[in-house]
């Protein structure tokens, strides 16, 4: 707010910025600017980075859930603002549900892509129930709330990895209804159809009917 004379000589209170502050707990620029752009003229959506959060966030819990709790928990007390956070896994159904909320570091603690998605292909090469799932879960903490948003897409693991887009477990992911993988979509197209997206859109539903 800014204080400002009028004409007529009094003091009155000009609006400078009346959206409401959020943070997402990542720093992903491109997970911040898809949420950015879908609650634009509503939340000003911050990074971890811009509140002034360096530090690695905790993730030491065995569930989806868990994990994007524990995150937007981690922030909401430190830095004392509404907060989300998202964790997301790959659950394929021949593999009970693994790799899951291990996801990012399946093959060990390198994060590499190629060597997470050839432990999933090795682990399927004698299952014959290719079913699978990406779902992510979004944990949002305000102070008078916490809610947790769920988004899912089903599909099958292929049996080599095909295309060149995306990243982590997408050259190996068909999403039922198509016939090509998720690297092999453009980025828009993938989006369209996320499991992100479906549960962002949950997220910014709830904000809008909140706000
Ligand atoms: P995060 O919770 O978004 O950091 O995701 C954890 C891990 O799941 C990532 O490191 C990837 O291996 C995998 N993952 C998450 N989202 C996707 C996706 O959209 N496509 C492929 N892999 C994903």
């Given at each position: 707010?800014?204080?400002?004379?009028?004409?007529?000589?009094?003091?009155?209170?000009?609006?400078?910025?009346?959206?409401?502050?959020?943070?997402?707990?990542?720093?992903?620029?491109?997970?911040?600017?898809?949420?950015?752009?879908?609650?634009?003229?509503?939340?000003?959506?911050?990074?971890?980075?811009?509140?002034?959060?360096?530090?690695?966030?905790?993730?030491?819990?065995?569930?989806?859930?868990?994990?994007?709790?524990?995150?937007?928990?981690?922030?909401?007390?430190?830095?004392?603002?509404?907060?989300?956070?998202?964790?997301?896994?790959?659950?394929?159904?021949?593999?009970?549900?693994?790799?899951?909320?291990?996801?990012?570091?399946?093959a060990?603690?390198?994060?590499s892509d190629e060597d997470n998605m050839s432990?999933?292909?090795?682990?399927?090469?004698?299952?014959?129930?290719?079913?699978?799932?990406?779902?992510?879960?979004?944990?949002?903490?305000?102070?008078?709330?916490?809610?947790?948003?769920?988004?899912?897409?089903?599909?099958?693991?292929?049996?080599?990895p095909?295309?060149?887009?995306?990243?982590?477990?997408?050259?190996?992911?068909?999403?039922?209804?198509?016939?090509?993988?998720?690297?092999?979509?453009?980025?828009?197209?993938?989006?369209?159809?996320?499991?992100?997206?479906?549960?962002?859109?949950?997220?910014?539903?709830?904000?809008?009917?909140?706000?």
């Amino acid at each position: 707010m800014i204080k400002n004379r009028s004409a007529r000589g009094h003091f009155f209170f000009e609006p400078t910025n009346l959206k409401k502050k959020i943070c997402f707990a990542t720093n992903n620029p491109n997970k911040l600017s898809e949420v950015q752009q879908m609650l634009e003229g509503e939340y000003e959506v911050l990074s971890l980075k811009s509140i002034g959060c360096e530090e690695e966030l905790p993730e030491n819990q065995e569930t989806l859930e868990g994990n994007s709790l524990e995150k937007a928990q981690y922030v909401f007390d430190k830095y004392q603002i509404s907060v989300f956070a998202d964790d997301t896994g790959l659950e394929v159904s021949g593999l009970n549900g693994r790799p899951g909320v291990y996801s990012a570091m399946y093959a060990g603690p390198h994060r590499s892509d190629e060597d997470n998605m050839s432990k999933v292909l090795d682990e399927l090469a004698t299952q014959s129930d290719r079913a699978a799932k990406f779902r992510t879960i979004i944990t949002l903490i305000n102070s008078i709330e916490t809610v947790q948003f769920e988004g899912t897409v089903e599909g099958t693991i292929t049996e080599t990895p095909s295309g060149e887009q995306g990243f982590g477990y997408d050259p190996i992911f068909i999403p039922v209804g198509f016939n090509e993988t998720f690297a092999q979509m453009s980025c828009h197209e993938k989006n369209q159809i996320s499991h992100r997206k479906r549960a962002v859109q949950k997220l910014v539903n709830f904000l809008k009917s909140d706000s």
